[in-house]
Every structure is written in structure tokens, then in C-alpha cells.
């Protein structure tokens, strides 16, 4: 296998076992299985992750829910477990197979004189949603005999459970299965697991026991299907696991290779003079596709994806503003149903608006199955008192209904798939630019709204007024609906006419004219919010050497409010996504200006910087920004502590800023609704970068080879014009 495909670890060491749970996901959209090896358990963090299945324990915090694991695989001789936090280990090799969604790993322990060699290989079906499996290998060079155990862990490791209750667990012929529900709202869960080549074993609750003898230089190997289900699935679970486990390992493991064949197809960039490059950006769509929700519009993407229950197993704008544009382009169906899930969870933004006092659609900050917010008004715990810190995010960050309408906007123009307006888009976005009419504050001796007491992206600088990222979300949002409501006219005249029978909207275009937006000032700067300008200037070297303890607060009330350091883009976040409307001298400027004040305290910031660098064509800036937002999983180089509070886990919003930063930056790809623009900036040590993408139903092969722009396409020429290095082209069929 080419190695620009293969993400490998060495050696053991101790201190790498979190990090390595999230380096080495698997996943197939319904649940994600951490990158931990088969003997470990709740202590090292192993976990099978669902997707869209939450549950509440008592008072403490609603999360998503690990499912008991099913691949838990023990080997022993006598009183030693063979596992490298507790045995010595000669060698240890760990690799996942991006290409192919494969989980390897190889250990060599130290027994007396000899050796015993433990090898593994297993995946998350991407064929079949709720099948993975396994295949275990043991090998001594001396010979021996040694205790082997297999079955479904039911230590689950929870952050804030346990949530699951009333477990059974039944044998039945060859298949083993333990039944269970959730907590809170008794959804139904079920794990079954079969074995294949395994001795003579006994059952001893939910595990099977077996004694092996090897002669030397002997191998042993035996195979495991599982399947996991939850809620609607679980009725016909068995019938369905057993026509799984029955095809076999290897017709299994074949048809999740064509599986994976096909998604690469769709989606691959290819890198050329950059392998380096190459494996972080392939690493990062790796890590989009194990989390894209492929068969349900019920579920959003989680911010930490499926590596566990971080931030509670919830969406935040993270899905739409950095995910969504990677599925808009090379995944249309999932992207529809990233959109719909929101659509779905639009009376649970009704509620939120509800609850603060206002109209509308003010969507959460932290969503769920149902769309009501999972954020608390304590988000951060005080590292000196060990106190709960109140904090704005819930009830202050009004961007995220602006960030719903863009993403909306963003399916359609891209696709020109207009049905998800009809069936219940508009009525999305209208309520959420209802929202902020009655949010906003008319200033009459200036004739404008404005959006006051708010946090924008930076989070260290709470309840400010105008900030310019929000401000300019809710403008483009007011003329979104605009268009949408022509879009629908046009398209849909009797949803149109139900719509605007139902409210008026004779309001709508006095604030689109009259909301205000931030205008650069005569150095070209643009103000983040009133008063900016005011706060202390220092950079963020200074307010680190303020820390009186590590993961010390920087927001609220703490070191950095007072300051112009910012945690993570905002200004600059805002050129990123509207990157078309603002100068090259402006662009600059602020990038200029604020970069020395971000501390890029979160991994959604360095794409921003990275994009707008390639904006304004300096690559040897973007480059770096770069490959920190594409490695930030492979380094393990992102904050693992918020305060007291544990984040850890992958990052699937920097996952897609990396692809973004390829597309957008290097490749330079902008578009409006009628109009795909390409203007090349590639990286020095970038020889070429070719990739293609799904526009307005068609398929476009982009190549890039230093000043030359190559485009196929799969549609008639004269429907689809392109404009390369500012002139009109039509793309070859």
C-alpha cells in the first residue's frame, strides 16, 4: 500500500493511548469504533460511538451514547495479560489504511525466552451500517498454551453515564447478543457477535473463553462479525446480522473495499511534489467520510465526530460553515441531509428563541436529535475555585441561525437542488431572518439595526455589539430569503403562496437595506465589534506569560477580555467566507492586522488565516496554516482541556478547512449561483493538485499543473460556463 495512505505508529508509549483512540478511528456515519487496541477497555478509552442516539443520566449532562464493544479481545498466558500497558513489548505497530478503512496492529511481547506476536486487522463496514469485524491472530516462536477471551465488553466508558440499563445477554446457536436501553428515554439497543475458527469455548456472561495450544512457530486465527443497532433497527436486528455474519469475513471485508473505492473516486485530490501534504488532506477526507450521516436526515455531524462524547456528542456551526461545502461538492445526498437535519430540528430553534424572549428561529448552539440546546449557561469551569463559569455561548452566539441560512443557500447554488426550499428550507430561513428583526435594536437618528450584546466566533470577548462576522451573516441572510422566496415563486408558486399567506413580510426589505454592516475604516480595517480598538494592545505571547496556572480561561472575565487578543478567526473568518466581496488590499490588511492577536485557541481558526492568505496570493503564509489545520489530528496538536473541562477527540470542522483551504485557496474555486471561478495559487513545492467536483449536477475533473487549468466534465459544454484566471471557458464533455 502507497504510503500517502497509511497512518503508522511505532513503538508504545504510555502517554499516546488517548490521542491514538481519535488518530485511529474507524467509522461508517452510524457509529465510530476509537482507535484502541482490542485488549483495552472504559480506562483506556475504547468506546463504540452512535450517531444521533443521546441520553441523560440524573442531573448531569446529555450526551451521546457508546454502545458495549463488541471486538474486545483478550490474550493471556497464566497471570500475563498481553496487552503493552502490562507486558514488555519487543515491537508494536499500529497503521490505519485510509484508502480502505482498515485497522492494523501488530505487537511482539517478550515470554520468558520467547515471543508471542498478537496481530489484528479490523473495520467498520461502510456496505452495511451496523456491521464491523475482526480478525485476530496469535503466534509463538516457543510455543505455549494461552487463555484467550472474546465477546461484548459491557464496561462502557462514559464521560457523564452510565446510560445504558436492564442488560440480558443470550447465546442462541452461534450468536451471542446483549440487549439493553438507554436511561432516560428506554431506547433499545442490541449488540450480537459471532465467531469464526474459535476452539471449544466456554460462555461466561457476555464473553467467551478458550484455552489454545500452540506448538512453536504455530499460528492461531479466528474471525468475528458484530452488529450494533438502536431504536427503529432493533425489531429485525438479528435476521440482519446473521445474512452479515453468514457472507463471511471476507466477502465483508471485499464489498467495504468497494465501498471505500467509490468514495475516493468521488472525492480524491491528488497532490503532486507534496507527500506530506498529500497524506494529511487524504487523512482529513478519511476522517469526513467516517462521519458523514449517509442514511439518515435525523442526525447532524457531532463536533468531535464519532470519537467519543465530547461537547456532549452535539452539532455545532462547525457542520455548516466547515464540513458542509467538502459534501456539497463531492457527496450531494449527504449534504442534503445535513441540511434537512437542521430543517428537522427547526421547532426546537423555535423553542430557543422562546425561551430568551424573541420570535422566530434561533437555532442551538450545541444540537441534538431534537434541535433544543444541549449548551448550558456554564460551559467552563474555573481552574482556581473549581467553580462553574457563566458563559454567553447558548444565549449570545446569535450567528448560528445566519450560519443555517448560508449553508441552506450553499446546498442550493451549488447543486441547484431547490426542493429542500420547498420542503421546509424557506421556512427556515425566513424564520431565522425573523429572529433577528426581533433581536435587532433601530437606532433612529442613524436609520440602521443593529445586533447588539452578542459573541461572534471569538469567544474571549463576550456580549459585544455589532460584531462584524454576525453582523454580516444576518445581511447576507435577509437577502438570502429574498432570493429564496423568488427561487420558490418561480419554481414552487403554490408553496409560495401558502408561504406569504401565512406571515407578511412587508418588514423583510427595510432590514435587508437598513441592517449595518461594518465597513473598513480609512486603513482598511475592519472593526470585530464597537470599541475594539479601545482594548489593550498586546499580543498573545503577553497574555500567555499572564497565566497563573496552565489551561487557565482566556474568556469571560479572564486574561484576554480586556485585550485585543482573540481566541480564533472572526474578522478574518468572515473575508474567508465572503471572500468575493472584499479588496485584495483590504483582505490583506486585516489579515495582517489581526494575526498577531490570534491565538487560534480553536482548530476552525488557522483555515481561515490559511484561505485568505491564498486569496491574496501569499502562499508561503497560507502553506503553514495549512498544514496545521490539516494535521492537527495526526500531531495530536490541539487543546485537550477547556479549563478543567477534557475536549479531546478528532476535528472534523478543521477536517474540512483543510479541504477547503486546498479548494478555495490554492486552487482558488469561488462561486455565486450561476458562476464556478478558478484562479490557481498552488504552494512552491506543489508541482500539481487535481480533484474533482460535483456543479450543478455535473462532474468536473480539475487539473492544475502550474499555469495550466484542464477541465473535463460529464455535462453538454454550452450549460456549463467557467470562468479560469478571469476568462469564460466551457468545460469539455
Not at 175 to 181: E, F, I, K, N
Not at 312 to 317: P, V
Not at 522 to 543: A, C, P, R, S, W
Not at 549 to 567: D, F
Request: charged share 25%; aromatic share 12%.
Amino acid at each position: 500500500m502507497d504510503k500517502q495512505w497509511l497512518v503508522e505508529k511505532t513503538g508504545f508509549e504510555t502517554r499516546d493511548v488517548e490521542l491514538h483512540g481519535s488518530k485511529f478511528l474507524l467509522g461508517n456515519g452510524y457509529m465510530g469504533y476509537r482507535g484502541t487496541l482490542e485488549e483495552y477497555g472504559a480506562k483506556e478509552l475504547a468506546a463504540v460511538n452512535l450517531a444521533g442516539l443521546f441520553d441523560r443520566n440524573g442531573d448531569r449532562w446529555r450526551e451521546s451514547v457508546n454502545a458495549p464493544n463488541p471486538l474486545y479481545t483478550v490474550l493471556a498466558a497464566g497471570e500475563t495479560v498481553f496487552s503493552p500497558l502490562t507486558a514488555k513489548t519487543d515491537d508494536h505497530r499500529q497503521t490505519l489504511n485510509i484508502r480502505h478503512g482498515f485497522h492494523t496492529r501488530k505487537t511482539v511481547f517478550a515470554l520468558g525466552e520467547g515471543t508471542v506476536t498478537v496481530e489484528a486487522e479490523r473495520f467498520l463496514s461502510m456496505e452495511r451500517e451496523h456491521i464491523m469485524a475482526l480478525r485476530y491472530t496469535v503466534s509463538a516462536d516457543r510455543g505455549g498454551t494461552f487463555t484467550l477471551k472474546t465477546g461484548i465488553d459491557q464496561n462502557v466508558w462514559d464521560i457523564n453515564g452510565p446510560h445504558l440499563k436492564d442488560g440480558e445477554t443470550a447465546l442462541c446457536e452461534q450468536t451471542l447478543c446483549y440487549t439493553c436501553r438507554t436511561v432516560q428515554n428506554e431506547v433499545p439497543l442490541a449488540v450480537y457477535e459471532q465467531v469464526c475458527g474459535f476452539p471449544p469455548e466456554q460462555t461466561r456472561e457476555s464473553m467467551r473463553v478458550a484455552t489454545i495450544s500452540l506448538a512453536a512457530g504455530e499460528s492461531f486465527t479466528f474471525t468475528k462479525i458484530a452488529g450494533v443497532y438502536w431504536g427503529e433497527s432493533v425489531p429485525g436486528a438479528r435476521q440482519d446480522f446473521e445474512t452479515a455474519a453468514a457472507a463471511g469475513y471476507d466477502a465483508l471485508k471485499n464489498e467495504h473495499i468497494r465501498a471505500w473505492e467509490e468514495i475516493w473516486n468521488r472525492c480524491d485530490v491528488i497532490i503532486e511534489g507534496d507527500e506530506e501534504a498529500q497524506l494529511a488532506l487524504r487523512y482529513s477526507m478519511y476522517q469526513l467520510n467516517i462521519i458523514a450521516p449517509k442514511n439518515t436526515d435525523r442526525c447532524g455531524i457531532p463536533a468531535r465526530g464519532l470519537s467519543g462524547q465530547v461537547y456532549k456528542g452535539a452539532a455545532f456551526w462547525d457542520t455548516e460553515m466547515f464540513m458542509l461545502p467538502f459534501f456539497c461538492f463531492t457527496n450531494p445526498a449527504v449534504a442534503k441531509n445535513l441540511v434537512k437535519y437542521r430543517v428537522h430540528t427547526l421547532e426546537g430553534a423555535k423553542r430557543k428563541a422562546k425561551e430568551f424572549g424573541h420570535e422566530g428561529a434561533f437555532f442551538a448552539w450545541e444540537s441534538q436529535e431534537t434541535g433544543d440546546d444541549a449548551c448550558t449557561l456554564f460551559n467552563v469551569t474555573d481552574i482556581f475555585t473549581g467553580r462553574p463559569l457563566r458563559t454567553y455561548f447558548k444565549d449570545k452566539q446569535i450567528h448560528i441561525s445566519a450560519d443555517m441560512v448560508y449553508a441552506m443557500w450553499n446546498y442550493c447554488s451549488v447543486t441547484q437542488d431547490y426542493t429542500v426550499l420547498r420542503d421546509g428550507g424557506l421556512e427556515l430561513i425566513a424564520e431565522c431572518v425573523w429572529f433577528y428583526y426581533t433581536y435587532s435594536s433601530f437606532k433612529k437618528y442613524q436609520d440602521r439595526y443593529e445586533l447588539n450584546d452578542v459573541v461572534g466566533p471569538d469567544e474571549y470577548h463576550e456580549r459585544v455589539d455589532n460584531n462584524a462576522f454576525t453582523n454580516c451573516m444576518v445581511f447576507h441572510a435577509a437577502k438570502t430569503l429574498i432570493k429564496a422566496m423568488e427561487k420558490v415563486k418561480e419554481l414552487y408558486p403554490a408553496v409560495y403562496q401558502a408561504f406569504t399567506e401565512k406571515r407578511p413580510m412587508d418588514w423583510l426589505y427595510d432590514f435587508a437595506e437598513k441592517l449595518y454592516v461594518v465597513q473598513p475604516n480609512e486603513n482598511g480595517i475592519i472593526e470585530q465589534f464597537d470599541g475594539y480598538f479601545k482594548l489593550e494592545d498586546v499580543d498573545v505571547k503577553t497574555v500567555r506569560s499572564r497565566e497563573l496556572k496552565p489551561n487557565e480561561y482566556w474568556g469571560g472575565h479572564g486574561l484576554a477580555s480586556t485585550t485585543r487578543v482573540l481566541k480564533q478567526a472572526d474578522v478574518v473568518m468572515m473575508l474567508s467566507v465572503y471572500r468575493n466581496e472584499y479588496s485584495k488590499e483590504i483582505k490583506s490588511a486585516n489579515w495582517a492586522f489581526y494575526e498577531p492577536y490570534t491565538e487560534h485557541g480553536s482548530s476552525l481558526s488557522a483555515c481561515a488565516y490559511a484561505i485568505v492568505a491564498a486569496d491574496i496570493g501569499d502562499t508561503d503564509w497560507a502553506y503553514p496554516y495549512f498544514m496545521k489545520t490539516a494535521c492537527v489530528d495526526l500531531s495530536g496538536d490541539a487543546k485537550q482541556y477547556l479549563g478543567s473541562l477534557y475536549i479531546g477527540g478528532t476535528h472534523p470542522a478543521a477536517n474540512g478547512g483543510s479541504w477547503n483551504t486546498a479548494i478555495f485557496g490554492f486552487a482558488g474555486v469561488s462561486y455565486t449561483d450561476d458562476s464556478l471561478d478558478i484562479s490557481p495559487r498552488l504552494p512552491k513545492k506543489w508541482r500539481s493538485l487535481s480533484f474533482r467536483l460535483n456543479w450543478h449536477g455535473a462532474c468536473l475533473l480539475i487539473e492544475i499543473t502550474g499555469d495550466q487549468v484542464r477541465i473535463t466534465s460529464d455535462c453538454p459544454v454550452e450549460t456549463l460556463p467557467i470562468t479560469v484566471n478571469g476568462e469564460k471557458y466551457h468545460a469539455k464533455q
